[in-house]
């Protein structure tokens, strides 16, 4: 069964180039791409926001609004940039309430508190199978 959520976006009241750490970006990619849904609910109950994550962008909603509001968003994310995977990703903070740069202050740190946890627990349900690594200094066949 697939559940709907609709998410309004006002105007654009600013952006900003961030960067997000690597193993914070890594992580998110394996926990979308490990997810079998468009998108993934993140709740950051330390916060009371929800991140909802899909291909292109990160939403985030308070939690505590009844209307289901986009305060912020990181998009357009730029691995390519990268000179390897432990270098940080650089992405636009878009905001569309003035108070999103202040809950900016604290999101980052808990957002990749949150997406660990969540990343735990998933790897928790994955199938493991038993995996036999091949050297390439051996003949094969010999």
């Not at 916060?47 to 899909?54: E, F």
Request: net charge neutral; aromatic share 12%.
């Amino acid at each position: 069964m697939t559940n709907i959520e609709e998410f309004h976006r006002g105007e654009e009241q600013g952006f900003e180039i961030r960067k997000l750490p690597a193993v914070t970006y890594n992580t998110l990619r394996l926990v979308f791409d490990y997810s079998d849904s468009s998108c993934v609910f993140l709740p950051i109950r330390s916060m009371q926001y929800m991140a909802v994550i899909d291909k292109e962008e990160i939403i985030f909603v308070d939690g505590l609004k009844t209307k289901k509001i986009i305060e912020l968003a990181w998009k357009q994310f730029k691995p390519q940039e990268r000179d390897n995977l432990t270098d940080p990703v650089s992405y636009r903070f878009s905001y569309y309430d003035e108070k999103a740069v202040e809950t900016m202050k604290r999101l980052q740190w808990e957002f990749d508190k949150a997406l660990r946890i969540y990343y735990e627990r998933l790897k928790e349900k994955l199938p493991t199978t038993d995996s036999t690594v091949i050297s390439l200094n051996k003949k094969i066949g010999k």
